[in-house]
């Protein structure tokens, strides 16, 4: 699944590991969901939504 997380970080001039703390999760989790290795579940897909300001959906792209 495609997602802009790692390009919303990077505009806001935060580390992978400035992330995962925001959202209380480890910086691999981070690294993982920006590479597509990994899905985040709901709960912190929508963490993720609340962080940036946008809705899940602006964020992940499920047509891959």
Known sequence: MKNDVRERRRERGLS???L???LGVSRQTVNSIETGRWVPSLALALSLG???E???EEMFDAAD
């Open 16 to 18: 992978q590991a400035d």
């Open 20 to 22: 995962a703390k925001a």
């Open 50 to 52: 609340r962080f940036f």
């Open 54 to 56: 946008v809705s899940v």
